[in-house]
């Protein structure tokens, strides 16, 4: 079935590409019409404010991408060398990266079978047997490192569980930095991701929900944190007129013309989230019957984006594993994508906390994310799941023969 000879009508069907229908061209001309295009403008405030209104935080900060959020979120929430920061294994790198890039060290935590989400029970087991106080201070009992800060990644347009990760850090006083970058527009209960902790960062990179070509938010309702957040950002520059600086700072600014983009974007948030939902319906109703594949599932507790839509593919069952289905859709040029390996088998991180993470490590063999842009088109998606439905046919006849 997929060695047939490709026909003139397969067009390309891309994983996740940017969707850009509304005031995109006319804010941007603007800019360029107005010569605004560099790291101050209007639209910058402008993104700043939708940002945090869309979110309910009191403070937006807007940053040259989702890592550089990070970075700075680390910096003022007082995350030092040598301190330890929880983050989820099954991720991608971009937050242990920058928690590296303060000098701290990732303690990597497995992710939850059902959701795929950073697992609270696993945390709690962490903190709870891993770790003592000494003097005041938490400290991990094997490497005596200072437990400094919790970093949920919301991941696939899906919220973590956040009460048990909230309890946990007022037990043991940590802070909690939410990397809400894949998750824009999704809820815990009722609140919005990056409302829930102590500071969160979003990325507006080209297969986000929201793109400005590149770029990213800091999102807080501490005052002080978010002045110090823009200072960091724009080089620290101590004088409004004279170039007097106190301290490293960072060129991480946003410029005026990706902020306009960001602005036309944000207009239509919630008609993106709409329509990734109907795919994800789409999905779950035409694939959920398919031996061996299992559709991705929301909690009850939560509304997720589906910002990217993933199954896992189970061999015994299916008859091909998820690299494989990859490779057989590509061959109908249909793009497709496996999950991250989990950060604490990666050779970037080796010299971090040896964690032990089954679950990532099953969910990264056997996940598959399928073509889930907000303008996939009916057809497309028909393609993709047809195309599935056909290699696991032969191995369905066989079974029933
Ligand atoms: C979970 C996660 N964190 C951080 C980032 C980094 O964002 P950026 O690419 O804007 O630096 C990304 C994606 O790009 C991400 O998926």
């Known amino acids: 079935m997929t060695n047939k000879p490709q026909t003139a009508v397969e067009a390309f069907v891309p994983l996740c590409a940017p969707e850009i229908r509304g005031n995109e061209w006319k804010y941007v001309k603007e800019c360029l019409d107005t010569t605004w295009v560099s790291t101050v403008g209007s639209y910058v405030d402008l993104f700043e404010r939708s940002i945090a209104e869309a979110v309910g935080s ?222 994800s319906a789409n999905y779950e109703q035409a694939l959920r019957g398919i031996p061996g594949i299992i559709p991705m599932c929301e909690a009850p507790w939560a509304r997720s984006t589906y910002w990217m839509y993933t199954i896992l593919v189970d061999k015994a069952e299916f008859g091909l594993s998820a690299r494989e289905l990859l490779q057989a859709l590509a061959q109908h040029k249909i793009q497709a994508r496996p999950l991250w390996q989990p950060l604490h088998l990666s050779t970037a991180h080796k010299g971090s906390w040896n964690a032990v993470c089954p679950v990532a490590e099953h969910l990264n063999r056997s996940a598959l994310s399928l073509p889930c842009s907000v303008g996939l088109t009916p057809s497309s998606q028909n393609r993709v799941i047809n195309q599935i439905t056909a290699v696991s046919a032969p191995r369905a006849v066989r079974l029933t023969a």
């Open 58 to 279: 009191s403070c937006a900060v807007a940053t040259s991408s989702g890592t550089a959020a990070l970075h700075v979120a680390l910096l003022v929430a007082g995350v030092e060398p040598d301190d330890e920061v929880l983050v989820s294994t099954l991720t991608f790198i971009a937050p242990a990266n920058a928690i590296r890039y303060v000098g701290a060290w990732p303690v990597f935590v497995d992710a939850e079978p059902d959701y795929w989400q950073m697992d609270t029970a696993k945390l709690a087991d962490f903190l709870e047997r891993g770790c003592q106080w000494r003097k005041g201070v938490l400290r991990n009992r094997v490497t005596g490192r200072r437990v400094r800060a919790i970093l949920p990644v919301h991941i696939l347009g899906h919220p973590v569980e956040m009460d048990p990760v909230l309890a946990l850090a007022r037990k043991y006083e940590l802070t909690v930095i939410e990397d809400a970058t894949e998750s824009l527009g999704a809820k815990y209960k009722d609140q919005s991701v990056g409302q829930l902790g102590d500071i969160a960062c979003f990325s507006f990179n080209g297969n986000k929900l929201i793109t400005t070509g590149g770029g990213g938010m800091i999102v807080t309702d501490n005052e002080e944190w978010a002045r110090r957040a823009k200072h960091l950002t724009t080089q620290a520059k101590e004088d409004p007129l004279e170039y007097v600086h106190a301290e490293i700072g960072y060129n991480y600014r946003l410029t005026n013309i990706q902020a306009a983009m960001g602005v036309a974007q944000m207009e239509q948030l919630e008609s993106y989230v709409t329509a990734k939902r109907k795919i």
